[in-house]
């Protein structure tokens, strides 16, 4: 206990926490650019469906996540490190936000809606990223 409320404080954690929470991520933008430049018509950042989603279209009923690598933990990906320091800490907190990642999309997969998260690892592969997202736009429902 008196371990995690010294983990409160420490500047240094709370200031990569602020970097990786941050809106707008270069991912967020590039997926958005590509949307755009499919077509797709989307609201940014939609704070009234399950999540939040970084995209989504509700009268197409799909949502985009763009996630970081690091903060949801993506799974065998070099991005996905965990710190040395407050290992446990870190452990812990990913699977937690594993976990509501996973709560929140079947959320909105009851409301109908198709989920597509895309990760940032997956900028490195441009053409791939379009072609998914191209995907989502062909399946959309009249
Ligand atoms: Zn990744």
Redesign the pocket.
Known sequence: VAAGRRLKTDPRRSALMKRVRQRGTPLEVEVGRICTSLGLRYRRNVKTLPGSPDLANRSRRWAIFAHG?FWHH?DD????TVPTRNARFWTEKFAANRERDARKIAQLKGLGFRVLVV????LDDRRRLVRRLSNLGEARIA
């Open positions: 690598c993506h990906c070099g991005l996905a990760w940032q690892c997956e």
